[in-house]
């Protein structure tokens, strides 16, 4: 099997982000990709270097106004007097509806959901690379693979369709799951990060042929805080089309199975020709984030236990962030999903 990657995807590098009114280090670092890159071939992957797939699997997710807002802002920032070196958002609006701002600093608070995804001169060809990581997985699976994992570093799954945010600027796991849908009348996202993936399920919100599912930690005091409660269930045509499931903080191995078990059967009964697996190693026990416990041998078992489904997947790779065993429990899911360590 194959993991897609492009050296591209490193050139990001934010430098910072605000935690509690604190500024720190911003953890989203490109260090990340060597970690998952020795996790996969440890697991026996061979890496290959996706597509330029332009801007159409793309626009497919996000809008034209968004995909202008990214391309453009970095530029249009450093005719700022006195700006920051990246692009970080100093105001939110509480409501989005109306009018356009036309100013940088404006569209930023508009397009931005907080202060984690700076935007430097590198950050529109690293998430292109890693959006196009996604949909050359997609169609490897297309073409008749059963499972391909797609290294996409920026993650994505907290992106909306016109709005970045927690390190996210295009939702990777929503554009496999729609570039999937060019051969599967449905597909199921199963999102095992230890964060909601709040940006997908907005973006699926309101449809019946994407099911959407999330196990998280309980947002009620942890990111993204707004999203991931489990009253949510989707509107319109998509209502019961989405399930979150959010778990107390330092939920060990049995607690997180006994809700995956719980998600497997509403995949099952939703029947899906193809699933993407939103990847996420943040659940583990080590995480700097700490909010799950998670153990290497753990993140084997949820990999056998999805694999059960027997469905044709794109693992697309979410959170997971420093930490000595971040490779590790990259090998530890791809192995339990299926592949052969070397």
Known sequence: MKTFYAAEQKRHDPKFFLSSGGRFPNPEQPERVERLLEGARAAGLDVARPADHGLGPISAI??????????????RWQHIE?????????????ARAGSYPASAV????YHMADT?????????????????????AADAVMAGDAWAYALCRPPGHHAFRDVAGGFCFFNNSAIAAQRLRR???????????????????????ERNDVLTVSIHADPVRFYPFFWGHADERGEGLGLG??????????????????ALSAALRRVEAFSPDAIVIAL???????????????????????????????RPAVIVQEGGYLCDELGDNLTSFLTGYGAKAV
Do not use: M
């Open 62 to 75: 996000h809008t034209p106004e968004y995909l202008d807002f990214l391309k453009r802002i970095y530029q």
């Open 82 to 94: 006195g700006a920051s070196e990246e692009v970080i958002p100093n105001i939110h609006p509480i």
């Open 106 to 109: 404006g569209q930023a608070g």
């Open 116 to 136: 984690s995804c700076p935007i430097s001169a590198e950050t529109w060809e690293s998430a292109c690379w890693s959006a196009w990581s996604a949909v050359s």
């Open 183 to 205: 051969s599967a009348e449905r597909v199921a996202i199963i999102d095992v990060d230890l964060h909601h993936g709040n940006g997908t399920q907005g973006v699926f919100y």
């Open 241 to 258: 089309y989405n399930y979150n499931l959010p778990l107390p903080r330092r939920s060990d191995d049995a607690a997180y199975l006994e």
């Open 280 to 310: 996420g190693l943040d659940a583990f026990e080590k995480d700097p984030f700490g909010g799950l416990s998670v153990t290497t041998p753990g993140f084997a078992l949820i990999g056998k236990a999805i694999a059960k489904l027997g």
